[in-house]
């Protein structure tokens, strides 16, 4: 049996096994993306292919070493090794973690929710010491009404919100229309998202 006949009669199968009328609403509402919801991120990495995009994009740009330099004689370039943000940038941004991870987990987190967060660890000099990564999904960027001023409202596991600002935070933000925060591709592409969700359902139930 070829494959086209086998095709054609999973199909036969399927519609005799269905006792809906051509003439049934169902037939016609729009696909519903199961396993997939835009306010859930994470939720779109159960598609191959964005899984993929965000794997390669995210790896290669955190491949390439992220160097600090200093302006030396005769207006030269020279690697800045002995600067204290060197190690934190190149080699490791805090004990947990190392740098490579660091810049993957920060390009996955704007490319799912166009907004990259971590905070500042300083000592009592105010030297920078440690960079820790924030989950994006805990984090709202707003501006005061009254001030202009940038601020975050960050909220821990226990579901209390504390307020920081750009002294303790560093911001990634992608793409932006009002250069506040980023806008999450993930949001701005849901239809298409939903659509090959409901699409990878439907091929899993036909067959």
Request: charged fraction near 25%; include cysteine.
């Amino acid at each position: 049996m070829t494959f086209g006949s086998r095709l054609a009669n999973a199909a036969r199968a399927y519609l005799a096994a269905d006792d809906r009328s051509a003439a049934d609403d169902s037939w016609y509402r729009p696909l519903e993306g199961a396993g997939f919801s835009a306010s859930d991120k994470l939720s779109a990495l159960r598609q191959a292919t964005v899984w993929a995009c965000i794997r390669v994009i995210s790896e290669d740009i955190a491949a390439s070493p992220c160097m600090v330099f200093k302006r030396g004689a005769g207006n030269r370039k020279d690697v800045a090794i002995n600067h204290p943000l060197y190690s934190i940038l190149h080699d490791a941004p805090n004990s947990e973690i190392t740098a490579f991870e660091f810049w993957e987990l920060i390009i996955a987190s704007m490319m799912l929710w166009g907004n990259a967060f971590c905070r500042y660890v300083t000592n009592g000099r105010g030297e920078i010491l440690e960079l820790v990564p924030l989950a994006p999904a805990m984090v709202e960027v707003k501006r005061d009404r009254d001030t202009g001023m940038k601020f975050y409202e960050i909220r821990d596991s226990r579901g209390q919100v504390r307020l920081e600002f750009d002294d303790t935070i560093l911001h990634f933000p992608g793409l932006s229309l009002d250069g506040l925060r980023g806008l999450s591709p993930v949001d701005y592409h849901d239809r298409t998202l939903a659509t090959g969700a409901a699409s990878e359902q439907f091929a899993k139930s036909f067959f």
